[in-house]
T-cell receptor, first 119, second 112 residues
Framework: ETGVTQTPRHLVMGMTNKKSLKCEQHLGHNAMYWYKQSAKKPLELMFVYNFKEQTENNSVPSRFSPECPNSSHLFLHLHTLQPEDSALYLC??????????????????FGPGTRLTVL | SQQGEEDPQALSIQEGENATMNCSYKTSINNLQWYRQNSGRGLVHLILIRSNEREKHSGRLRVTLDTSKKSSSLLITASRAADTASYFCATNQGNQGGKLIFGQGTELSVKP
């Protein structure tokens, strides 16, 4: 157990569906991340939230919409996805950094992932 | 361009042997981290080495960092079947906060 949970663990959806992925961390961290892992590709960073503010959007299509209501929870809302969006979606958290603070050494703690299949 | 590139992409060894995986990167870093992933699961942090460190140990793991060559290696000694997993290096550039750039990983298979 890494202290990061993700639900659901598996999700099958049609291209017209709307669904949400949920991530929760119990580590007192202030930074949270969404990654996409497709077969034979490196992990792709999608979004970063630091103290509830989005600090990174890695050119992710608008059919993926993140939400971070507080430092412990992170959502990824999905709508009108394409079959090529099928992948393992991983959430991670780390300590995070306040503006102006010195760089923090930042190991990331990952959840088990949601295996998404888009039909 | 991809920051961390692992070599080899796949490695198959017998139990008891040592496994060495290499990682190269392109830009200056704040630290470099190694992660392990069992099939279809989340990643588990193994070890972090800072840019001013050259070698670090954790149990059967030994990590080296050569900033002049922009490369790192992960050595697993006396491997076990349970070490079978994918191993990823990830680099953190100090001016980008917590952002990590992952390589494609090395698939390690340890045969009993």
């Amino acid at each position: 157990e890494t202290g990061v949970t993700q639900t659901p663990r598996h999700l099958v959806m049609g291209m017209t569906n709307k669904k949400s992925l949920k991530c929760e961390q119990h580590l007192g961290h202030n930074a949270m991340y969404w990654y996409k892992q497709s077969a034979k590709k490196p992990l792709e960073l999608m979004f970063v939230y630091n103290f509830k503010e989005q600090t990174e959007n890695n050119s992710v299509p608008s059919r993926f919409s993140p939400e971070c209501p507080n430092s412990s929870h992170l959502f990824l809302h999905l709508h009108t996805l394409q079959p090529e969006d099928s992948a393992l979606y991983l959430c991670a958290s780390s300590q995070g950094r306040l503006a102006g603070a010195s760089t923090r050494y930042n190991e990331q703690f990952f959840g088990p992932g949601t295996r998404l299949t888009v039909l | 361009s991809q920051q961390g590139e692992e070599d080899p992409q796949a490695l198959s060894i017998q139990e008891g042997e040592n496994a060495t995986m290499n990682c190269s990167y392109k830009t200056s870093i704040n630290n470099l981290q190694w992660y392990r992933q069992n099939s279809g699961r989340g990643l588990v942090h193994l070890i972090l080495i800072r840019s001013n460190e050259r070698e670090k140990h954790s149990g059967r793991l030994r990590v080296t960092l050569d900033t002049s060559k922009k490369s790192s290696s992960l050595l697993i000694t006396a491997s076990r079947a349970a070490d079978t997993a994918s191993y990823f290096c990830a680099t953190n550039q100090g001016n980008q906060g917590g952002k990590l750039i992952f390589g494609q990983g090395t698939e390690l298979s340890v045969k009993p």
